[in-house]
């Protein structure tokens, strides 16, 4: 059955960084493109970047572009978000989430940023 | 960006009885490849989300047939048939037509009264 589970989470301070991985497991992860989703403390969704099947192409939200970067080890099925100079905005669950006929088809359980001092 | 609006934001169900969803965008979601990219998702309390339908009204792998999307062009609505007490949380739509970004709705969070 189709598994993805990320870690890397914890509490960091603003300006530092943070690099989340998401473990695939179940389907071939290389046939499919991915995405991280975040989602703050009581708030609702926010897409936050997208990687190609193969890596080729990436897509980020306009608050995260030029600080976070997404990348994929498809010898490992391992999806991954560098986070750098971290702001309290940041804070939130990420998800990671396959794509199949658009964003989401399959999710993890997500794993929680916090950015404060 | 392509905003998603969705209405109410808080809905109140009877069990048994059915509910409605409408989330309209601020422009056509009509794909140049004749598809629609709007989805449905729920998240329980405490848990990831879930997508439930796909371009409309495609339901995912082991959805419920109580839940049904239909609409077209920027306005789209879910239905539950008969609320269950396990259908409590927030559901979301998405759209994956105009992207980046892939936008979200606010969310309706469904009680049971």
């Known amino acids: 059955q189709v598994q993805l589970v990320e870690s890397g989470g914890g509490v960091v301070q603003p300006g530092r960084s943070l690099r989340l991985s998401c473990a695939a497991s179940g389907f071939t992860f290389s046939g499919y493109a991915m995405h991280w989703v975040r989602q703050a403390p009581g708030e609702g969704l926010e897409w936050v970047a997208l990687i190609w099947y193969d890596g080729s192409n990436k897509f980020y939200a306009d608050s995260v572009k030029g600080r976070f970067t997404i990348s994929r080890d498809n010898s490992k099925n391992t999806l991954y978000l560098q986070m750098n100079s971290l702001r309290g905005e940041d804070t939130a669950v990420y998800y990671c989430a396959r794509d199949s006929n658009s964003l989401g088809d399959y999710w993890g359980q997500g794993t929680l940023v916090t950015v404060s001092s | 960006d392509v905003v998603m609006t969705q209405s109410p934001l808080s809905l109140p169900v009877t069990l048994g009885q059915p509910a409605s969803i409408s989330c309209r965008s601020s422009q056509s979601l009509v794909h140049s490849d004749g598809n629609t990219y709007l989805s449905w998702f729920q998240q329980r309390p405490g848990q990831s989300p879930r997508r439930l339908i796909y371009k409309v009204s495609n339901r995912d792998s082991g959805v419920p047939d109580r839940f049904s999307g239909s609409g077209s062009g920027t306005d789209f609505t879910l239905k539950i048939s008969r609320v269950e007490a396990e259908d409590v949380g927030v559901y979301y739509c998405?759209?994956?037509?105009?992207?980046?970004?892939?936008?979200f709705g606010q969310g309706t969070k469904v009680e049971i009264k």
């Open positions: 998405m759209q994956g037509t105009h992207w980046p970004p892939w936008t």
